[in-house]
């Protein structure tokens, strides 16, 4: 009985200073493992928690969230950027997916954007990559050499439930159009480039309203004027011209179907084509005081 006892009180007191030399949960600062296997969740988050608080129905993560199969469909959360590098390898994203009876998956899965509305996560536009119809290619000739596959861009238009195909594109062929609510989509195309519901309309580059001095360096009289270039370096007519009493600080609206913009001062390009992101532009004379 006294044997009994000692190992109690042994017991007890090395658990009481096993407490004062390690806290409880106390946090480690560094961890070196060569394999790390989670069978439940993975949580990043300076909180501790791993949804943000007041998002937890919408699933926001606080940092990162990974949850594993044994309790539902398993996932990856990531909040903020997702930054991807690699040295002297490039790198790239693959979707797989197989059917458990081992037939064919034509579409292995997409990319989405969505909106949360009424409760729950809406998509608004749909990049999807699928294999062709096996009216166009056998499922007896589908091998190791030939898989072939096409991209699909679909959005949700106002009044429908079902996404819309509005592009098809494969074996440099593409179609374009507003057809497949719900269905087969758009017919896959036999041309290079075919329209469906519409007509092919060309636009001309047009030319950007003058320019606003924001700022000016007053070091004499100068005329400013933009011309706007498209991706294939057609150009526009030339913009009204701006007066200034020196080299300026500038400012004007984007141009639908410009590219890139030449900026002309007195007549003469300052410097090669400027590409400037947001709807207005903002451009700085390099000799201005």
Known sequence: MSERLLTIVL?????????QVVPPRAAVRDLEVDR???RGELIVSDTGKPWEEGYEEQQIPRGIYARG?????GGLWVRSRLIKGEVDDPFDDRFHAVERDGSLRRAPGHISW???????WRQMAIVQGEGVEFSEVPREQ??????????RLQTFRPGHQEPLTDALIGQGMMSLGGGGYGGGGLTEPREVLELWGGQLRQHALPAPQAPAAVTEDDSGSHTYTLVALGPQGVRSAVSVPLETRGRALLKWDS???ADSYVVLCDGEPVGPPVRIEGAEKRWRDPRMK
């Open 11 to 19: 017991s007890v007191a090395a658990t009481l200073a096993v407490q």
């Open 142 to 151: 589908w091998n190791g050499a030939t898989h072939p596959g096409r991209i």
């Open 69 to 73: 199969l044994a309790d539902g469909p």
């Open 36 to 38: 790390l296997v989670v």
């Open 114 to 120: 969505n909106v949360w509305l009424d409760g729950a």
């Open 255 to 257: 141009v639908p179907g």
